[in-house]
């Protein structure tokens, strides 16, 4: 694990300062989570272990198992330790976009490839970035992150960040990020997370099967979260015509306020989100994670619902190149 890590630091010495500190964080921040990791069985058989978290342990490997051997997702070490870390979230994502435009500021590295945000394991870090990114004047949307995804080269660890969740939402996480190793397409973020939500949204449906209170609320935060997410759309769909609109940079600025006027007042109505001011960058990141779920879902559909089928559709199209995706591939917007 640490030559892996060490190698890849490596492939970067001839890099920019910037880019090499960069990674250096991101390398040393993820050892020091797999450092921290134990595993679950250990704990939940300590007695030390406290009541409280042996029980949240135990159902995230209740959750684990039913993530194989239900949904057919990848069977291996992830979510079988687990790390106690000094800080609400593990990473905290920058997500940029230009003053006048909705598509998202790439980051490219060598194995991920290139992805619409930047993630830092310190908040002070992210910080930093978001002023230089403000500075060059760009839109900037800074958010905490629970989890991540090494995409399967790690055994990634439960971690304290999220382990107090609600049940529905610790599964969706844990369905989320297995996702990402079925299947990860390069150079496309929309299209990874979107089959990876189109995945948790399966999944959790199929966890609460049979508890019809559960699988009725959910039914509603959908629902909502359906209605908002269109919203959001219609927003994305009358910047994107103003910013193709042959105006002076002045008009157009004044119009793409009055635009965000209105979706902070929708977003008020949201309490998660009251405090979000939103921009270019904001709607930027929405998007990657609900842009092609309803293309996903559609696929899942036409499978009958069987995940294995879907998957091998999916990772095909992940292995094709990005204009052949035809629907699946983003937008430039």
Not at 101 to 123: D, M, N, Q, T, W
Not at 140 to 161: E, I, K
Not at 185 to 211: H, M, Q
Request: glycine share 6%; aromatic share 10%.
């Amino acid at each position: 694990m640490l030559r892996n890590a060490v190698l890849a630091l490596a492939t970067l010495l001839l890099a920019g300062c910037e880019t090499l500190s960069y990674y250096a964080q991101a390398v040393g921040g993820h050892l020091e989570i797999m450092a921290a990791a134990q595993p679950v069985a250990r704990l939940i058989a300590d007695p030390q272990t406290p009541v409280d978290l042996r029980q949240r342990l135990e159902l995230t490997q209740r959750i684990r198992d039913f993530a194989t051997s239900e949904l057919k997702l990848p069977d291996n070490g992830s979510y079988r330790s687990y790390a106690a870390l000094p800080r609400p979230f593990v990473v905290w994502n920058v997500v940029a976009a230009p003053a006048l435009s909705l598509e998202p500021v790439k980051s490219c590295f060598p194995v991920a490839g290139c992805v619409s945000y930047r993630g830092f394991f310190a908040r002070a870090d992210a910080d930093e970035h978001a002023r230089a990114l403000r500075a060059e004047g760009h839109d900037v949307y800074l958010y905490g992150v629970p989890a991540y995804s090494t995409l399967g080269r790690f055994d990634d660890p439960l971690l304290s960040t999220f382990i107090q969740y609600s049940e529905g939402e610790i599964a969706r996480l844990v369905f989320h990020e297995l996702a990402h190793q079925v299947a990860y397409a390069k150079d496309d973020s929309t299209f990874n997370e979107s089959f990876a939500v189109a995945v948790e949204r399966a999944g959790l449906r199929r966890w609460l099967s049979g508890r019809e209170a559960d699988l009725k609320a959910l039914s509603g935060v959908e629902q909502r979260t359906e209605a908002f997410t269109a919203r959001l759309e219609e927003a994305r769909g009358r910047l994107h015509k103003l910013y193709q609109m042959r105006l002076a940079p002045d008009e157009m600025r004044r119009r793409k306020a009055a635009e965000l006027a209105l979706l902070k007042a929708e977003l008020a109505k949201f309490p998660r989100l009251a405090a979000i001011v939103p921009n270019n960058a904001f709607l930027a990141a929405r998007a990657t994670y609900t842009q092609l779920v309803p293309q996903f879902e559609k696929l899942l559909a036409e499978e009958g619902g069987d995940l294995s089928r879907f998957y091998e559709r999916v990772k095909t199209l992940a292995a094709s190149e990005r204009y052949k995706r035809g629907p699946f591939s983003s937008p430039n917007r």
